[in-house]
Each structure stands twice: as structure tokens, then as C-alpha cells.
């Protein structure tokens, strides 16, 4: 049934649906309405489940950690500080090969404070070893979610379901839900062989020493790359029950002979998506949408790039004094490949900066320039800066500085 | 091959037994077995073994990171037989938190019992403890309380008692080992007005095994503090640590008490109470007390005194025949009728 | 090859294929050693053991173990002076444990429900042994004699068994009953054959004996009057102490004096003195070179203490420290003693010496003095083997020097104590038995006692020691029975005292605290008689088994 829903609101409604036994959640700002529409369920009884209402961020993703070790389905919710306060336990969570679901709502993170969107949150834990979809629009948010649960349990790897803060999490859009039906065909039951049973007392959480950690890390590594067929085959499976698709490992939007593409992730797409239809004056740029970014998509990225001699890669996080972070992977993925692209990467829209239309033309722009710009912060107003701060545009053009 | 003669059935043609079979017919419960890596003589291997046996297997453990996190599980071993999560140093409260909700959740019979050390407890995982009590999860919460960071290196915690040497409280010319007092993490924990928060010491397993049955059997948070010589960290002889922490308790040092909704409900009396001087002697990290300087002096009247405070404190100056008292608590009979 | 699993997990219980065996340095040995009251029983008792089944209540059994040692308890413990008590290390913790009230009540429980004497009929062509004398002595070596599987012929010149027993402690500490009863059913046993009325020298002949029998054992005892005389000088009257007893004995009286003074410090001083109290003396004396028993007293009487502090709560006075100096005669009647105070001193090469004390001289008027300062043998029929010694000098088997002889009790010279007699009468039976090519079966212990500072007291609760009833003083008339015994609340509750010196006692200590699950609890008895078993693949060596072993039966040794 279609139905207009706020952003967290549908999250919470879809996380509803996937039967979780725990949720745990704490209200760190900024902070969504998804936990908060969840303990709502609850208290109406529409939700039977443990809510229970940790005391911080990291004790939310331990408490999920301990259930899920337990037996339980287990989900959280965070964003920005409330991520990076969590950010032990994640790698833990993802060390321990527990799945779980956790939906980030990215934000900026401090300082300054900024309660607003963009992507340095999830950025901060790429590296912990979780999943990690983005998703275009809260339908997607929806259907991802719910995806979400059979990947994690499929693969004994937890994920992280990132959502853009304010953007989607708190805009009211029509939602079509699916039934209880369509997800309890799609999603069965939590089984989690290795959880804590007095039956069978196993110990989890052991040390490895030095002879043995490199194969831990071999096999978390593998796991998360062998994940790419699992989230493709639960999108898939996912659009013969409900007739839509998330994209699978990446969404590939525009015409079949452009010669110059964007690569981006999250709600900014439909904005580039709109922009490209209303500038024809514009070449059409052939819109490239990462929504795994963890396992890195490179062979599918490969794929999609394939007769592009420009790509721009528009970043939503920064990494100071380095390069874009998902231009550098995409660079990467792209390097020695025949008739390579030229890969250019941007920021824009840090700390819920605006992203007009026009954000597309400068993109194309970009893409048409004769000089390379291996990295910028396309939307700096440096007349906001003081003299000393304003750092020519050149000398922050990737590493060269 | 060991072998000890008609010692439990089956036995083989000869009569004998292998000691492995033994151990599999031991009558006590065995959460926890040995083969761990602890110190010779670790209190807190002890303390871990003396809560498992008695809280049975109907039990799941959360453990913070620690001694007894590292010597019981260096993988491929093991010396659980109750299953056991480690996650991380902070959050065992939080993760016993998560198991008690899922079990709840799933309708699984099984108490969880958090354990951790006095830094995770009375330092950096009492955020997540007094979370945890706060929701009155259903945990047995054991604090093995060694009164430094041992695993790291001896470093001072907030349970380190007044004038103890550590690495990072180091006796000196100008220092007499740490300058403030020990955390009354008990009373703060008690504060949260939860069922049951008591001391033990592995001095009195009786005793220690009667409160953690007590609070299995309590639907709710309990806590319980025990107090577990580390013979490294404490600088005493590994066969001593029973007789050190005994002295810790008969000194009126490491009082033994129960607080009910924050209400005192039980002591242990003390039947013949013993100068601090015999427990401080016993282990290095106080030998720089027993220096005949004025500064040191005082530090022993001052550590008496805080002896004396909690004599008062919780009247555990015995008065006469008290079999709960320190005389009395774990007087041994012969054929081990204490553990009937 | 081991392969690294999803997660890292563990298998419950892994850890003990890590063996921290390898770590130790010394280990930990279970060492069992004496108890001291073990040590110190002359009869060779194992208090420790029957105290232990008393405990548990198993009355029947501690008794079956007890006469193991010394198969007359309800005599023993009344009359025995209890070294073991003396050397028990509860005694430096509280009070020692009422053993001897123990092993009483024990021997009246076993008469007053007729326990069986736990001893099978010996073959009908078993050894025949002979053994003369019916006194502690005898009666204990024929007793391990036919535990031993011999038969016996006890050969005893009065018409009851018993010797001293029957014939001259007084019934008030001793009930006659209790004597014949015991010693009675003693001699009932199948295989023992009862020969009263018979007399060596006078009815039978020890070359006789010594031909018919497999062995001989004399156990006759020390009963003639030794001479006593102050510078030559005796009273006409003169009685001796020992005849005196069995006098009141026999016929229920004596020659009752106003004021007597009797000497000597033994238990047949002490008793005479209480019997002339109850025969109805005025002033009853008792003169004596020794002091009061007590600690750090270097020449303490040899009565019982509590024998001594009831004969003075009678009204007995007690002159300590005090010799005989003069009689002072009316014609040969004794009218007066001269004393003087004296004491032992150390002389020039250190030996302690009776130094008198000049001036200390006074005069005691006294109707009757009465020496009590100890009985020499008897050697009518045996004076080829006393070659005129006043006692048998025996190895520490009791053999004499002569085959087939072997002797024991107070015709030895020994102690002087029923219990030790009936030590050297077991010790005796032992040797005729090996002499026989026999298994013995008898087991006596001379290790070195486990030593106090070698036990944790912190274990052991203080309780008062468990006393039975005592008459006061004035309701002791007569024969009546002076001190009362345990009830079997009292006496099970009293043996729970027993510290289990040197033993394991199955306290669970070692088990409950070894951090390395090391130390495995057998359901039976491991082969060294413990209840545990240390697993030296995980025992660290830390020792702290050891150290809170209460009884001192863990040691730790050196790594081999």
C-alpha cells in the first residue's frame, strides 16, 4: 500500500516487518526518528521485541553485538558522533562475524557541529569491516532494510545501511511498504549457528595471536568481498517478490553512448538525475550510482564506465590532506584498464551544504576541462574565509600540494 | 599414564581410572577448567572458577577484555564450558545487556553473568554497568576486583586502595604510592537502588557461594563484588593469596557486606579483628611503608584508620560465636560438609 | 592442520589441551603423618580415626576401630593419664580434645549394647600362646593375639581378670563393673581360654609353659610392697599404699586414722588419699618431692591432674615440694612426721638435683604414715629371668632375652600406666606372632608427628572443649562414680573437635581452591588415603593447596 512516510519513519516500519528480537538505540544528536518510531511500535504493541534504551552509542551497538551473539535479530540506529562513538564495537561486531543490521543516517561530524548531512560518519568505520549500502531514496531505505537482515544472515557479516541524515531520514515521500507477507517469504527466520547456547557452550570473542590473526583477517576480508553475489541475488530475489529494485551492487542511469560520467552515492543522485533532464543543453551524462560500497563494486564499476572517457566522481565525506576517498577507489578500480577514463573527483554538499541543480553543470564542466583535478571541494566560497585560509584551488588539486 | 585406584565408576578390569575420566566425573559443576594461562596463584582464576561452579550451567558470561579475558581464551583454547562472549573492555555490561533481551526475546531459560575487572568495572565499563542496572536486566553482575590494571601492566585504577604501588602510582621520595583513596564502587552501585550488591573474597568460598546462588536466584540486576589477590600486581607469594585476601577481610579492610535497595542486610563480623600491618606486610606493593620515616607512619595510622571507619561503618566487629563470622564463614569439617 | 573457524571461536573446555604442568616448579605431595595424639598413645591408638567415625556418628565402628589399638577402652579411658591429649595440637589452639572421654564412652557403649569384638574364632589348630597375668598387659597381647589368628591361654593368679584394675583403683574413678565387664567379655572370647586361680611358681611352672606352649608372655605385674623406711626407721604399723587399695577393694574398709600423711605423687598416692577421705579420715596429707602438674613445672607429679583437683576439692591437702625428713615414733606407733622443703635444682654438671632447704623444717602431727611411692616385682617363679633385677629389662617387643619369652606391663618397669601396658602387651603379641612366621597385622607408627605451626588454623573454629558431669564434692561417697561420661551428643560433637592433624579430612580446601582445576576429588580413596588426586598436567605449583591445607597433609617438593 502506498502511503506518504517520513524517511524514519518507513525505516522503522520496515525494520517492524523483519521481526527483530532487540533493538537497541540511543538518542545521541543528532538523531533520527527511526528509534523513536520503533519504540512507538512497541509501546502500541504492534512490535514484539526487547527495546531497550542504552545509555550511550557504543552500549547501543554492544547491546545489539550481545543479542545477536544470543541468537537474536538485532538492529540499531546512529549517525555522525553517535558512529564514531561506536566505532570499537563495530569492528568488533564485524570481527566477531556477527550479522546485524544498522541503519547510519549520515551526518557531518564534529567540529564544527554540524547536525547536517553528508557521508564522513559511515566513512569514518569503512575500514570496520561491515557491509555498507546506500540508498537513493527511502523507498530503497525500505526495501534495503529489509534486504538488510537476509544479507547480514547470509553472510555472518554485519551491515550497515547508510541513509542520508535530513535528506531522506526526515523529507515525507510516498512509500509503498510491503506486506508482512512479501517479507516473511523473503526473510526467514534468524538462525545464527555459533550463538551462545548453554546446550552447546561455545566461546566467542577469543584471542588470536600473531600465528593466527592474518588468517582472521583473510577470511573477514574474502567474506565481505564474496558478499557482492549475496546483496545482488537478495536485491534480485527481492524484485521478484515486490517488482523493485535497489540496483544490486550499483544503479546505472543514462544514455548508452555518454562520454562522460558521475559516480556518486546516496539521495544526491535523484537531484543529478533531475538536472541532467532539465539541462539539454548539457551533454547527458551517464549517472553511476556505488549503492555497495562495501564490498567495493570494482569488476561492476568497470562495467559501467565502459565507454566513458570522463569520470567525475562527486564525494560526500573528506579525507583532509588526502584525495576524494571513493574517487581514489574508483581511480583504482579504473587504473590499466584499456582506454581508461579520466577520473576527477569533487566534494560538495559537506555538513548539509545545498546542492543545486547546477551542482550537475559544474560537474560537467569539470568533466570538460583541460586540466585535472584530482581532488577539490567543488562548493568552497572562499570569500567566507579570511585571507591566510583561502588556499588556492590549485594547490589543493589532489597531492600536489 | 596417572592413574588412582577405585576412585569412581566405571572403572577399567585393573581398577584404575585415567585422570581425564576423573575430571569428567568431578561432582561439582566445571564452568571453568584449568589449562588456562593465569599467574601461578591467581586470585582471580580462582574467583572465576568458585562463581561458575556455583551459578551452574544455565548460564551465558559476558566478559570484558582483562586478565581473566586473555588467560582463559587464547584461542584455539578455551577454559569456558559455559558459553562465553568477549567483546570489548568498556561494554560488558552493555553486551550482557544485549544476551539477557535476546534471551528474553527468544524465551531461552539462562541467567547471564557479566565478569569483568575492577578498570572495567569501576573505570571504563561503569557507563555501560550503570546502564545496565538502570534497565534491571536480568545479569549477575561479578566484579573481580584486583585493585590495579594487571593485564596492562599494574597501572592504578580507581579501585587501587590508598598508598598502593603501582607502575603509574609509583612509590618515591616525594609519593607514597597512590594518593586517593579506593572508589566505594559498591555503594555507588548500590545507590541505583537494584535487589542485591554484596562483597566476597576468595578467602571465604562458602560465603561467595552463597551470595552468588542468592543472587542467581534474584530476577534482576545483582552485583557482586569479589575481591581476588594478584599475586604479581600485589607482590606476594602465589600460595598466599588466600591468606592475603583473608587478611584483607580480617583487617577490615575489604569489608563483606550485602546492601538490599541500598539498605545493609548482612555483614561478615569479624571475630578477631587483625592490624592492617599483617595484610599491608604480606605484599610488596606496600613495603614502602615499613620505612621508619614520619610520612610512612602516618600512612600506616591513616590506612588503620580507614580500617577502623568501616569497622564502624558496618558494626563488623564481631561479638562472640557467629557462624557467618570471619571464624566461623568457612570453618572446614571433615568429608566437606561446608559445601553440602 | 588446525583451522582458524568463523569468528574465532573456541570449543568449551579446549584449554585443556594446554598442559601449564610444564610451567611448575615444585609440586604439590600428599604427606600423611602422625597425628600427634597418635604418636604419643602408648597403646598406639589412631585417636584421629575412631574420632572421625565418631563424628559422623558411627558409634559402632569407631569402637571396632578403636580396639584395634587397645581393646579396653571403658578402663583406659578412665584411668589412662591421656598423653595424647597432652601432646593434641588443639591443645595450643583452644583446649585439647577429650579423647579419653571419647574412648570412654566408646567402651561403655560397646558393653552396654554388647557390641561383638570384631575378631573371627581362631582355627582349632591354631598356636597356642600362654599368658600370665590378667592385667592390662596380658589382657591386651592375648587379645592381638587372637586378632592375630593364635588361641590363648590366659593364666591369672586371682579368681577375676582385670590385675590391677579390679584388684586396686577404686571403684569411684574406676566402677568395678566396668572392670569386670569389659575384661569379662574379653575373656569370653572364642579362642581365649580363662584359667583363673592359677599362680606362677605355685600352680603353674614357666618351664612347664614354656613346653607346652608356642610362646609365653609373663604380664604379672608389680604388686609387692617396695621396702620403705626413713634412715632405716619404720613405724610398727606400717602399711603399704598399694595393699591399703586393694584392701578397700576387697572388703569395702580400712584402718581409718585421724590425721594421715601419705607419701608419694603417683595415682596410687592420690587415690589412697581420697579413699581415707571417704573411709572417713580427719586431715588427709599428701606429701610429695614433685610440684603440681602444670606447664613449665620441670618435676610434676605423676598423678592425674584432674585426679589431683578432685582429691583436693575432697579436701585432700597437697604438700608439694616437700620430703620426709624424720618419723617421729611413740614406741613403734607414728605420732608426727618431719618435713622439709625441697626442690630440683641443676647441680654443677647441669643434672637436676632434690636440693633441701635448710630451716624450712616443720613437724606434721600425723596418726598413720603411709608410703604410696611405687611396688617392685613379684619374681616367685620367674627368678632364673629376673636374675635378680627388680623388673624384667625387655627389648621394644617385649622380648627378654629368652625364646619363646616375651613380658610386658609393670613387671617390665615401665611407665606404670594401664595403657602403657596394654601397648607393650599389642607390642608383644606383634613379635610372637612374627616369631611364629605370621602375618602380624599390627601397625604402629614412630614418625614424627605433624608439628602445629605446620597446620592452618584459619580454618578451625575455636569451641569450648565438652566435659561430662562431675559429682560435686559433697556427694562423693563411697565407691560412687566420681566423674560421668559423654552422652553420645557430647561425644560426637566433641570428636568434631579433632583437628585431623597431618590427615586429609576431605575438607574439599585443596579442591575448592586451586585456580587450576588441578586438584580432582576421587569418590572413594585415592591410593594414598586421600579424597583428591593432583592432575600435574595443568598444577601449576603454586602452592596454595598447601598453604590452606588445615592439617599440614599437602607438601610442596622441589619439581623432580
Known amino acids: 500500500m502506498r502511503q506518504a512516510l517520513e524517511g524514519s519513519q518507513a525505516i522503522a516500519r520496515a525494520v517492524a516487518l523483519c521481526r527483530p528480537d532487540v533493538v537497541s538505540a540511543y538518542p545521541i544528536t543528532p538523531q533520527t526518528h527511526i528509534v523513536e518510531n520503533i519504540a512507538k511500535l512497541v509501546a502500541d504493541g504492534e512490535l514484539k521485541c526487547e527495546y531497550v534504551s542504552v545509555e550511550s552509542e557504543h552500549s547501543a551497538a554492544s547491546v545489539a553485538l550481545g543479542a545477536a551473539a544470543a541468537g537474536a535479530r538485532a538492529y540499531t540506529a546512529s549517525a555522525s558522533q553517535g558512529i564514531l562513538l561506536m566505532c570499537e564495537v563495530l569492528y568488533d561486531i564485524a570481527g566477531l562475524r556477527i550479522p546485524m543490521v544498522l541503519t547510519c543516517a549520515n551526518r557531518a561530524v564534529s567540529a564544527p557541529l554540524s547536525i547536517w548531512n553528508d557521508h564522513q560518519d559511515s566513512m569514518a568505520v569503512r575500514d570496520a569491516g561491515w557491509i555498507q549500502i546506500h540508498c537513493a531514496d527511502n523507498q530503497e531505505a525500505v526495501d534495503t532494510t529489509i534486504q538488510a537482515f537476509r544479507i547480514a544472515q547470509d553472510t555472518d557479516l554485519p551491515v550497515m545501511v547508510c541513509v542520508d541524515g535530513f535528506t531522506l531520514t526526515h523529507t515525507l515521500e510516498p512509500i509503498e511498504l510491503p506486506t508482512q507477507q512479501q517479507v516473511d517469504d523473503f526473510l526467514p527466520p534468524f538462525v545464527f549457528a555459533r550463538a551462545l547456547d548453554p546446550r552447546k557452550p561455545l566461546s566467542i570473542g577469543t584471542m588470536a595471536t600473531p600465528d593466527w590473526f592474518t588468517e582472521a583477517r583473510h577470511s573477514h576480508h574474502g567474506a565481505v568481498l564474496a558478499a557482492a553475489e549475496v546483496i545482488a541475488a537478495a536485491d534480485a530475489d527481492w524484485q521478484r517478490i515486490t517488482g523493485r529494485c535497489g540496483g544490486g551492487l550499483l544503479a546505472v542511469d543514462g544514455p548508452d553512448d555518454a562520454r562522460i560520467g558521475v559516480v556518486c552515492m546516496g539521495s544526491i543522485t535523484g537531484t543529478l538525475q533531475d538536472a541532467r533532464a532539465a539541462s539539454p543543453e548539457l551533454p547527458a551524462a551517464r549517472i553511476i550510482r556505488l549503492r555497495s560500497y562495501r564490498p567495493f563494486p570494482a569488476q561492476a564499476l568497470r562495467e559501467a564506465c565502459a565507454g566513458l572517457d570522463q569520470v567525475v566522481v562527486l564525494e560526500r565525506a573528506l579525507a583532509p590532506g588526502g584525495v576524494g576517498i571513493v574517487g581514489a577507489e574508483v581511480r583504482a578500480a579504473l587504473y590499466g584498464t584499456p582506454d581508461a577514463p579520466r577520473v576527477q573527483s569533487v566534494a560538495a554538499g559537506l555538513g548539509g551544504r545545498d546542492m543545486p541543480l547546477t551542482t550537475y553543470a559544474r560537474l560537467i564542466a569539470l568533466a570538460q576541462a583541460e586540466a585535472t583535478t584530482d581532488f577539490a571541494i567543488l562548493d568552497v566560497e572562499l570569500d567566507k574565509l579570511p585571507e591566510a585560509d583561502r588556499y588556492a584551488a590549485a594547490a589543493m588539486a589532489g597531492g600536489q600540494a | 599414564m596417572s592413574t588412582i585406584t577405585n576412585a569412581g565408576a566405571p572403572t577399567r578390569a585393573d581398577g584404575t581410572i585415567s585422570l581425564t575420566e576423573l575430571r569428567e566425573q568431578q561432582p561439582r559443576f566445571q564452568g571453568f577448567v584449568g589449562g588456562h594461562r593465569a599467574c601461578v596463584g591467581c586470585g582471580q582464576a580462582l574467583a572465576a572458577r568458585l562463581v561458575t561452579e556455583a551459578a551452574g550451567p544455565d548460564v551465558a558470561v559476558a566478559n570484558a577484555t582483562g ?274 | 592442520m588446525k583451522q582458524y573457524p568463523r569468528g574465532g571461536i573456541a570449543e568449551p573446555g579446549a584449554s585443556l589441551d594446554y598442559h601449564t604442568g610444564s610451567w611448575r616448579l615444585q609440586r604439590p605431595v600428599h604427606v600423611h603423618q602422625a597425628a600427634p595424639c597418635h604418636h604419643a598413645c602408648p597403646a598406639g591408638e589412631d585417636a584421629q580415626a575412631y574420632l572421625a567415625l565418631v563424628e559422623q556418628g558411627r558409634m559402632q565402628a569407631a569402637w571396632e576401630s578403636l580396639v584395634t589399638a587397645n581393646p579396653l577402652p571403658a578402663i583406659t579411658g578412665r584411668v589412662c593419664p591421656h598423653p595424647c591429649e597432652s601432646a593434641c595440637n588443639r591443645g595450643q589452639y583452644d583446649e585439647a580434645v577429650s579423647i579419653h572421654g571419647i574412648e570412654r564412652f566408646l567402651g561403655d557403649e560397646a558393653i552396654r549394647q554388647g557390641w561383638a569384638y570384631p575378631v573371627a574364632p581362631p582355627p582349632a589348630d591354631a598356636p597356642v600362646v600362654a599368658v600370665v597375668g590378667a592385667g592390662p598387659a596380658g589382657l591386651s597381647c592375648a587379645w592381638h593375639l587372637l586378632r592375630a589368628g593364635l588361641r590363648v591361654d590366659v593364666f591369672e593368679a586371682e579368681s577375676e581378670p582385670g590385675g590391677i584394675c579390679a584388684t586396686a583403683i577404686p571403684g569411684y574413678r574406676l566402677p568395678p563393673d566396668t572392670v569386670a565387664l569389659e575384661c569379662g567379655r574379653l575373656m569370653a572370647l572364642d579362642g581365649i581360654e580363662f584359667r583363673p586361680g592359677q599362680r606362677l611358681g605355685r600352680d603353674i611352672q614357666l618351664h612347664e609353659l614354656r613346653q607346652q606352649y608356642a610362646a609365653v608372655f609373663l604380664g604379672v605385674g608389680a604388686q609387692q610392697a617396695r621396702p620403705w623406711s626413713i634412715d632405716g626407721v619404720t613405724p610398727g604399723d606400717l602399711h603399704d599404699g598399694l595393699a591399703l587399695l586393694q584392701e578397700w577393694k576387697r572388703v569395702g574398709q580400712i584402718p581409718v586414722p585421724e590425721r594421715v600423711a601419705v607419701v608419694g605423687g603417683g595415682n596410687t598416692a592420690v587415690d589412697l588419699c581420697r579413699v581415707f577421705k571417704r573411709a572417713g579420715a580427719k586431715r588427709v596429707m599428701l606429701v610429695t618431692h614433685s610440684g603440681m602438674p602444670g606447664p613449665g613445672v620441670p618435676d610434676p607429679m605423676r598423678a592425674l591432674p584432674r585426679e589431683l583437683a578432685q582429691a583436693q576439692e575432697e579436701g585432700v591437702e597437697v604438700l608439694t615440694h616437700r620430703g620426709v625428713r624424720r618419723l617421729v615414733l611413740r614406741g613403734e606407733k607414728a605420732v608426727g612426721i618431719e618435713t622439709v622443703h625441697m626442690k630440683k635444682l641443676p647441680d654443677a654438671e647441669g643434672r637436676l638435683r632434690r636440693v633441701a632447704f635448710e630451716g624450712t623444717e616443720s613437724l606434721l602431727h600425723v596418726d598413720m604414715i603411709v ?187 622441589v619439581e623432580p
Open chain 3, 371 to 557: 608410703p604410696a611411692t611405687g611396688q617392685d616385682v613379684d619374681g616367685r617363679g620367674f627368678e632364673e629371668l629376673l636374675k635378680g633385677s627388680a623388673a624384667l629389662a625387655i627389648a621394644a617387643d617385649g622380648a627378654i632375652g629368652t625364646p619363646g619369652v616375651y613380658a610386658g606391663g609393670d613387671v617390665t618397669g615401665n611407665a606404670g600406666t594401664v595403657t602403657a601396658a596394654v601397648g607393650q602387651g599389642r607390642r608383644a603379641a606383634a613379635a610372637i606372632v612374627r616369631s611364629l612366621q605370621r602375618e602380624a597385622g599390627i601397625d604402629w607408627t614412630d614418625a614424627a608427628p605433624v608439628a602445629f605451626a605446620a597446620l592452618n588454623t584459619e580454618y578451625y573454629e575455636p569451641m569450648r572443649r565438652h566435659h561430662g558431669a562431675v559429682l560435686p564434692p559433697a556427694e562423693r561417697e563411697g565407691e560412687l562414680e566420681v566423674e560421668q561420661g559423654f552422652d553420645p551428643a557430647a561425644a560426637q560433637a566433641e570428636a568434631g573437635r579433632c583437628l585431623s592433624c597431618g590427615n586429609c579430612m576431605a575438607c574439599d580446601n585443596c579442591y575448592t581452591l586451586c585456580p587450576d582445576t588441578a586438584v580432582l576429588k576421587t569418590r572413594d580413596l585415592a591410593e594414598d588415603g586421600s579424597h583428591y588426586v593432583f592432575d600435574y598436567e595443568y598444577c601449576k605449583g603454586c602452592g596454595l593447596c598447601a598453604n590452606e591445607c588445615p592439617t599440614g597433609y599437602i607438601q610442596m617438593v
Open chain 2, 67 to 340: 586478565c581473566l579475558e586473555v588467560f582463559s581464551t587464547a584461542w584455539p583454547d578455551s577454559a569456558w564450558r559455559v558459553p562465553w562472549l568477549h567483546s570489548l573492555f568498556e561494554n560488558a555490561g552493555a553486551i550482557a545487556s544485549g544476551m539477557e533481551a535476546a534471551y528474553k526475546a527468544r524465551g531461552v531459560s539462562a541467567k547471564v553473568l557479566a565478569f569483568a575487572g575492577d578498570g572495567g568495572t569501576f573505570d571504563i565499563g561503569f557507563q555501560s554497568l550503570s546502564g545496565m542496572i538502570e534497565r534491571n536486566h536480568n545479569v549477575l553482575y561479578v566484579c573481580y576486583d584486583n585493585e590495579a590494571y594487571m593485564n596492562t601492566g599494574i597501572q592504578r585504577s580507581s579501585s587501587t586502595p590508598h598508598a598502593a604501588a603501582t607502575t603509574t602510582s609509583p612509590a618515591g621520595r616525594e609519593r607514597l604510592g597512590k594518593r586517593h583513596m579506593k572508589k566505594d564502587i559498591l555503594q555507588i552501585v548500590a545507590a541505583h537502588h537494584m535487589p542485591y550488591a554484596a562483597t566476597a573474597s576468595v578467602a571465604y568460598p562458602s560465603d561467595l557461594r552463597k551470595k552468588v546462588r542468592r543472587a542467581m536466584e534474584i530476577e534482576g540486576t545483582t552485583f557482586l563484588l569479589v575481591h581476588s589477590p594478584c599475586p604479581l600486581g600485589w607482590r606476594h607469594d602465589g600460595a598466599k593469596s588466600v591468606e592475603v585476601a583473608r587478611l584483607a577481610v580480617t583487617t577490615g579492610l575489604v569489608p563483606i557486606i550485602e546492601l538490599e535497595r541500598g539498605s545493609l542486610t548482612g555483614s561478615m563480623p569479624i571475630r578477631e579483628p587483625r592490624p592492617v600491618v599483617d595484610y599491608l606486610r604480606a605484599q610488596g606493593r606496600f613495603e614502602h611503608l615499613f620505612v621508619d620515616t614520619p610520612a610512612a607512619r602516618e600512612e600506616l595510622e591513616h590506612i588503620q584508620a580507614l580500617a577502623n571507619y568501616n569497622m564502624e561503618r558496618y558494626q563488623l566487629r564481631g561479638s562472640g560465636h557467629d557462624a557467618r563470622d570471619t571464624a566461623g564463614a568457612d570453618t572446614v569439617r571433615r568429608g566437606g560438609v561446608r559445601w553440602a
